[in-house]
């Protein structure tokens, strides 16, 4: 690897990237080999960041929950399924989605199946509800809330 960079140099970088932006363990973690650091500083380097506040779990759960449910519009699902790839902890993941509005994240997903609805080309009711019943799975949001909201998105239709 020619492209290795020294502890101090990768912790410097480190550093300003957690400043612009949240970063969890797992990122940076990923950065630091990319940059060839050896697994003592690595280690070195996290347990730095972490201890200074550059790093922090429950601050990034926030975060990456609030960003990928306004933004990517996922469900609690797909959000806790990723957290959970990025090595957060349950408490913090737990925490971190209760902090979603009820009321929100029922109109995102009526809104969405709504949207969805009207370009649907489907032969019958239970063919729409099935296609908007996987579109829903594959945002990430619960059976429940997905049949509750496909009513809706069929009666708007009516």
């Known amino acids: 690897m020619a492209n290795t960079l020294g502890y101090e140099e990768a912790l410097a970088k480190a550093a300003a990237l957690c400043s612009l932006s949240e970063k969890c363990e797992s990122d940076i973690r ?22 200074e506040n550059y790093i922090d779990e429950k601050r990034f759960a926030k975060f990456f929950v609030q960003d990928k449910h306004k933004f990517s519009k996922w469900g609690k699902t797909k959000i806790c399924y990723a957290l959970r790839e990025k090595g957060i902890s349950p408490e913090s993941i737990q925490e971190s989605i209760a902090a979603i509005n009820d009321d929100d994240y029922k109109n995102q997903l009526e809104d969405l199946l709504t949207a969805k609805m009207k370009g649907l080309k489907y032969k019958d009711v239970y063919d729409a509800k099935a296609k908007l019943f996987r579109f829903g799975m594959s945002r990430g949001f619960e059976y429940e809330a997905i049949m509750r909201a496909s009513e809706k998105a069929l009666e708007s239709t009516k």
Do not use: V
């Open 30 to 51: 990923k950065k630091f080999i990319s940059w060839g650091l050896e697994s003592k500083d690595c280690e070195k380097a996290i347990l730095y960041l972490t201890k």
